[in-house]
Structures are given as C-alpha cells and as structure tokens.
C-alpha cells in the first residue's frame, strides 16, 4: 500500500538514513558543528605553535645580541677600544700597584709622576726603555766572528725601545715607530721631513700625530674604525697607521702585504727573500759586513709587530731575519753591548723561516723623500688602496 511507505531522508554526510526531515536537518547541524570546532581546534594549535616558534626565535636572537655585545666588548678592550683610559692612566696605575706590592718607594712614585709628567706636556719619550748602539755592537761581531755567516746586511744605527708601564701589552706599534723613527734621525735624507720632530716623540704625541694624518685625508676607513680617536685610548696600531703617519711627514714608504704562506708548513720564504733585496739592492760586494744607508722595515702580523734590522744569508744558502722586539726588555739587548759578546745573546734577534708562520704578514718600507704633490697624490690613494699584494 503505497500510503503506507514511510518517506526516508538520507544524510549527504554519513548516509544515515532518517524518516524526519527535522531529524536530518538537527543531524547535519551537528556535524557541521563537529567539523567547525575540529577545524577551529586546528587553527588554535597552529596559532599556538607558531606563537611557541616566534617566542623562540626571540629568545635566541636576544641571546645571540648578547654574545655579540659581550664578544665586542672583549675585543675592544684586547685592542684598547673601551675608554679604559691610556697611556697616562695606566702608568700611574702600574706605579701605584707597585708602590703597595714594596717594589717602588712613595719618593720614587712621585718623582717619575713629575718626570712622566714632564715628558707628556712636551710630547717627548722619556729614553727610559731605550737601548742605544745595538747595530754598532752587531757589525764589530759579524766583522770578527761567526763563522756559519756568510753576507749580513744590517740598517743605518736604530735605537731599540721597550714597552714601559704605561703601554705594556699595547704599546708595540708605538714602539716600533720609535725605532723606525730613530732611524731616520740618523740620516740627513729624512731632515727637512722631521724638522718638526728632532726628539723621540712619546706614544700619547704619536697617538695624536696619527690623528692629524687622519685630519689632512689619510685612511679614512681605518680612522673610522678607531672612530677617528685615538689619544687617550690603549689602541693598537698596525701596518696602515704607520703608512698614514709616515706618509703625511713626506716619507716614502708602501705596505708590502704576504697574505699567504709560500713555502711548506706555512712558511714565508717570499718575505725572506723580499727583504734580502731590500738590503742587498744597491749594497752588493765582496765585504761580509755591509752597513748599509737603509732604514729599518715594520713587520706587523696578528697580535704583534717588530722591526727589522738586518738580515743574515747563511754558508749553507738559508736566510736569517735579525729583528727588534719591543717585547723585550733593555736588560737584555744591553748584553749585545759587550765587546767580548759570544754570540748567544743573537738569538735574541735571529729568526729564521721556520720561526715565521703566522697565516699573514705585512711590511712598511721607506724608500725615500715624498714631495707635497706626491704626498698629495698617495693621500688620495690610500683612500682607495693602500697595500700590494705578493702572490
């Protein structure tokens, strides 16, 4: 009997089957309800998860800033870049730690303060660290002893100067310029250049010395990254600064950079024989001793520099750097001094390829007098490019 067949209405989304209308229509709201508050459930974790992820980011982005800040810090105070004071300061600072360990008497103190005092309104070194006739001593030995040396080219006289209270642990740029520096007093080429420089100037006048070969246009780039200052601080200096400061005094001069060894076990052997030439040139005979007309050469590499004074070719072909630490002490090279010296004290300055292997190294060279249009000409140069590169 067809009146009697029951209509069914079947769920598009499960396919039950209902005999209401009403029925279905409350059934596909619940699973309309049920798929909304699972997709909502999603939205939540995923808004939830990516909350979590950025929080992250931000703790690790906040803890990298900190390493970073203190990683800065760190190393503005290794380069003497952290307004910890200067020269001056630590001196004094030294002195007074001295004084309460019993090794400097209270009269001593105040005399050297008054004495340092002196020799910084002035703007000259104080000659307590310096070591004078070091070269002298060297070519009367070579001349009359050993007999392993073939040829040894040494400079013009150069004054050897040690790092003092004030600029231990930073100062050896500074010193090292000094040394150069005493060099050229030595040699009437470089007069009219430092007519304005007869003295030793001390490390706070050479800080600001540098600061006014900033001024006239030299190495703007490096200036920037002493933020332009330099008096005051315990910065470091290195290859440029001592390019900038000579240049801007009309001294000819070029930075030779070896920026990779050329020899086994990161060996040099190319700035051996760069600064045999350099000695050699001009210089060449039969004599075993050559006191030579050239200045001395700034050697700079990671952490440290030095002066070279002469090098030494050996019987059996090797070449043998002599160099002017500032690291050590006067009490030391004065024993170069001794007429009846056997030698020993040498290995003070002797360095051989094997004891150079630093990943890189950089020379200062002078090689003459600038005129102001050439001074001119390497001003605007050393804002581009100031090194050559040895392959």
């Given at each position: ?105 209270p009269f001593e103190y105040h005399k050297r303060k008054a004495d340092m005092m002196e020799c910084l309104a002035f703007g000259v070194d104080d000659g307590r660290t310096k070591t ?260």
């Open positions: 009997d067809m009146e009697n067949v029951e209509q069914l209405y079947e769920c598009p989304m499960c396919s039950l089957t209902c005999t209401n209308i009403q029925i279905l229509q409350e059934h596909v709201d619940l699973h309309l309800e049920e798929q909304s508050f699972s997709e909502g459930g999603n939205i939540r974790d995923l808004e939830l998860a990516q909350q979590l992820q950025m929080e992250e980011d931000k703790q690790q982005r906040s803890e990298e800033e900190k390493r970073e800040r203190e990683e800065f810090k760190k190393l503005q105070r290794q380069y003497g870049l952290d307004n910890s004071g200067g020269y001056k300061q630590q001196f004094l600072k030294n002195m007074e730690r001295e004084v309460d360990r019993g090794r400097m008497q004078s006739g070091v070269i002298e001593a060297l070519c009367k030995y070579y001349q009359n002893e050993n007999k392993d040396v073939r040829h040894v080219w040494l400079s013009t006289g150069v004054d050897h100067f040690h790092s003092s209270l004030g600029d231990r642990g930073w100062g050896c740029g500074y010193r090292n310029f000094q040394m150069l520096l005493s060099s050229l007093l030595q040699n009437s080429l470089y007069n009219d250049c430092l007519k304005d420089t007869t003295l030793i100037p001390s490390i706070p006048k050479i800080q600001s010395m540098i600061e006014d070969a900033w001024r006239e246009g030299f190495d703007p780039h490096g200036a920037s990254h002493f933020n332009n200052r330099l008096h005051g601080s315990k910065a470091w200096i290195g290859a440029s600064e001592i390019y900038s400061l000579l240049t801007s005094l009309r001294i000819k001069c070029q930075i030779i950079d070896f920026h990779k060894p050329t020899g086994p076990m990161g060996t040099h052997p190319r700035l051996f024989e760069w600064v045999l030439h350099y000695y050699s040139t001009d210089n060449e005979g039969g004599a075993k001793v050559v006191c030579t007309s050239k200045p001395p050469i700034y050697l700079q590499h990671q952490g440290h520099s030095r002066i070279i004074v002469g090098i030494e070719e050996r019987k059996n072909k090797t070449l043998c750097l002599l160099l002017f630490d500032p690291g050590c002490p006067s009490q030391e090279m004065q024993k170069l001094l001794k007429q009846n010296s056997d030698g020993t004290g040498l290995k003070l300055l002797q360095k051989f390829v094997g004891s150079l292997k630093k990943k890189q190294y950089q020379i200062v060279a002078v090689d003459g007098v600038l005129s102001l249009e050439e001074k001119a000409a390497r001003c605007h140069a050393s804002q581009v490019l100031t090194s050559e590169k040895i392959p």
